[in-house]
């Protein structure tokens, strides 16, 4: 087993998100007979409520409120989260739709909403001799606690969407995902600096021959600079709330 060591030398280090920058976007259609109850849905899917249903399935099932904290079952920490388990259950279903990340706590109760993963319990089940040791010598309880202790703890907000591409641009963005995705492993398996700068070239050459990346740069550079100014009020009024 290896488990990741806190960053060395630097002011900062990311581990957990939110969500994904752009993937809780929606809006209300004009043409909505109950905008009040589709405003009420939003504001569900944006608790911590929806999120803990949303990674754990309904309570009653995998897990249950005790003395006011949500604590997962024995059965639950030993299942497969898979596809199966998922449409049965409903268990990891739905966690694209809610408003907080697996790593997030819940203030009311003091534990993450992906109890599968970093409830208390979870993470007694899962501790081993190399956690136990990484632990102690760090001298810390959880892993999560070396972390904020051996580097700085910060929060950092993203103002800007470039947009949802259509058409080409759509298709070219999705192709060249696809090719990252499947050759980036060359890069990453090369045997030493020579074949991964040439792996790296390799791959450059070949999406700048054939995957438009140039059109795709051109059109989210263009999305970016017509939000400039929206942005910098977003970036002020933030300033204004928790300072510069």
């Known amino acids: 087993m290896f488990i990741s060591l806190p960053s060395i030398g630097a002011d900062a280090e990311d581990r957990f998100g939110n969500m994904y920058r752009g993937e809780r976007q929606y809006v209300i259609s004009a043409d909505a007979e109950n905008p009040e109850r589709c405003v009420a849905l939003l504001d569900f899917l944006s608790s911590y409520e929806f999120s803990r249903i949303a990674w754990n399935g309904l309570e009653g099932t995998y897990w249950n409120m005790e003395d006011g904290v949500p604590v997962p079952t024995d059965e639950y920490l030993d299942v497969t989260k898979d596809d199966a388990l998922g449409v049965e259950t409903g268990v990891n279903v739905y ?95 090369a045997e030493d600096d020579e074949a991964f700068a040439a792996a790296r070239d390799a791959m450059i050459e070949e999406l700048q021959a054939d995957y438009h990346v140039d059109e795709v740069f051109e059109y989210f550079y263009q999305e970016a600079l017509e939000q400039a100014d929206e942005v910098a009020a977003l970036v002020e009024m933030n300033n204004a709330i928790y300072g510069e």
Request: hydrophobic share 35%.
């Open 95 to 189: 966690h694209h739709f809610c408003g907080f990340g697996n790593g997030t706590i819940d203030p009311e109760t003091g534990v993450a909403v992906d109890l599968y993963q970093f409830s208390q319990k979870a993470l007694d089940a899962n501790m081993n001799e190399t956690m136990k040791n990484f632990l102690e010598y760090y001298g810390q309880n959880t892993q999560a606690a070396v972390y904020r202790a051996e580097t700085s703890v910060t929060a950092s907000s993203s103002f800007i969407s470039f947009g949802s591409p259509e058409g080409d641009i759509a298709s070219y963005v999705n192709e060249i995902n696809a090719y990252m995705g499947k050759n980036v492993f060359n890069c990453v398996a």
